[in-house]
């Protein structure tokens, strides 16, 4: 269902663009890009939705304590802060013109690398969905690393997101057109990658954070980042992009916004 909901907000996004051209051309002409966009915003909520309750089955077959203890060890890369700062040589593989030249004199043969582990921040499905919506992360600390893990993506996936940067700007769009029914849409979308991203605060809590004694700013996830701080901030600003919702729902979700913040 990503995959749906990826393809939808992006045809939401480029269809946008009649909401603007149309509105010039008469009230039929614009109606019909307000059911095309808001179809295509409705598919893409349903999708996102969808995949938010297959994300709550985590638990049926993925034990905290056995993911914890027994399995993220070997999802660490070699940026993680227990790996040694030398990185990983691989035997076999000739090293680097700018290595070898610095290796004059050396045994050093062979090339290293200092790889991220594996990290969702690697998936090219939410930083697609948050261009096509226009959720912005200009402002977050974490943006350089989040663009250098799109080296890690395929290089289509990562070319795709830049075209979806690029714009149209979907939001502005949907305010411009003052069309209720565009807002809500547009709103469940947004809302439901804020309780996707909810939902993933929670897991990172129960199956990282909670085995750890340090600080939140003091463990870093598989990526080599202190994740929570960060999940906690991303789920902000994605409630801070809703348009008709917020006014109403402030409150409730500053309300848990405030707890989680307290776990």
Not at 66 to 84: D, K, L, N
Not at 93 to 118: D, H, K, N
């Amino acid at each position: 269902r990503a995959g749906e909901a990826v393809v939808a907000a992006a045809r939401a996004q480029r269809l946008s663009v009649g909401l603007s051209t149309s509105a010039h051309g008469g009230g039929d002409a614009k109606q019909s890009y307000v059911t095309l966009v808001g179809n295509a915003l409705d598919a893409t909520a349903q999708s996102i939705d969808a995949c938010v309750a297959i994300l709550t089955r985590m638990g049926e077959r993925c034990d905290p304590y056995i993911y914890h203890q027994r399995v993220r060890t070997f999802m660490s890369g070699w940026t993680h802060e227990a790996m040694p700062e030398e990185g990983l040589t691989y035997e076999g593989v000739p090293a680097t013109i700018t290595e070898a030249v610095a290796a004059q004199g050396t045994e050093l043969a062979w090339r290293t690398e200092r790889y991220f582990g594996e990290t969702g921040a690697q998936s090219s499905v939410v930083p697609a969905l948050d261009a096509a919506l226009g959720i912005g992360m200009s402002e977050d600390a974490l943006l350089p690393y989040l663009v250098a893990m799109r080296l890690y993506m395929p290089p289509e996936h990562a070319a795709f997101i830049r075209a979806l940067e690029r714009g149209p700007l979907l939001r502005d769009h949907v305010v411009a057109s003052e069309e209720p029914e565009l807002v809500a849409a547009y709103d469940r979308c947004v809302s439901a990658l804020v309780a996707f991203r909810k939902l993933h605060f929670e897991l990172a809590y129960m199956y990282v954070r909670k085995w750890d004694a340090r600080k939140d700013d003091e463990i870093q996830g598989t990526g080599g980042t202190p994740f929570m701080p960060y999940l906690r901030k991303h789920r902000r600003t994605t409630f801070e992009t809703l348009i008709g919702l917020k006014t109403d729902t402030e409150a409730k979700e500053t309300s848990k916004v405030t707890g989680a913040d307290s776990i």
